[in-house]
């Protein structure tokens, strides 16, 4: 049981790791930047090189941790899955499950906000800048 118990953990927090860096890599500078912290942006890419190179393979990036979302969403909520029929078993089951539900909202909320941050953003602010100007 211990094992099974290992594999879950291990699974979502590889989810909240490839969600999270979707963040890191894109909704931070943006952020960052949005409210005249470019300095600061630029100063973390040019401190922590790997953020150039999340940045630069933002699409895969985004592939994988979308991919990983929904392949979690199936192993949740798949059809003809149960809990054992020994109480105990079938009350630390629930509790499983129930964590693991709230690791995908979480995981899938910060995914959108990344998401959102890397391919919404600039298409929604030129279209509200050409809006306002003419």
Not at 11 to 24: E, M, P, Q
Request: proline letters at 4%; aromatic letters at 14%.
């Amino acid at each position: 049981m211990k094992a099974k118990n290992f594999q879950n953990k291990g699974w979502s927090g590889l989810i909240l790791f490839t969600s999270s860096a979707t963040l890191i890599c894109c909704a931070l500078p943006i952020l960052l930047v949005s409210i005249g912290l470019g300095a600061v942006s630029a100063a973390l890419f040019a401190n922590f090189p790997f953020l150039e190179t999340l940045a630069l393979h933002k699409n895969w990036l985004f592939f994988g941790a979308g991919l990983l979302l929904a392949l979690s969403a199936w192993f949740i909520y798949r059809p003809g899955r149960t809990c054992p029929s020994d109480p105990e078993l079938a009350r630390q089951c629930a509790q499983a499950d129930k964590a693991s539900k709230w690791v995908l909202l979480i995981a899938g909320i910060i995914w959108l906000i990344g998401f959102s941050a890397a391919y919404l953003a600039l298409p929604i602010m030129n279209i509200y800048d050409n809006f306002v100007i003419n």
